[in-house]
């Protein structure tokens, strides 16, 4: 599931840069997409961790 919102965040973020906000440097588009879906992962990763140290599921 986290990889599959990490992959989902990339293409939003990429659509986003390119035709909401006109971006057409493709490196400028990497950049921010990739960022974008590193940090959904890394958020993802800290709230299923902080769950498990509860004893949740």
């Not at 599931?1 to 965040?9: C, F, G, H, V």
Request: proline share 0%; charged share 20%.
């Amino acid at each position: 599931m986290q990889e599959l919102l990490t992959a989902a965040t990339y293409l939003v973020v990429w659509l986003i840069c390119w035709r909401v906000i006109g971006i057409e440097s493709g490196l400028t588009k990497l950049i921010l997409s990739l960022g974008a879906a590193i940090f959904v992962f890394v958020l993802l990763a800290v709230k299923d961790h902080q769950r498990k140290k509860k004893g949740g599921r």
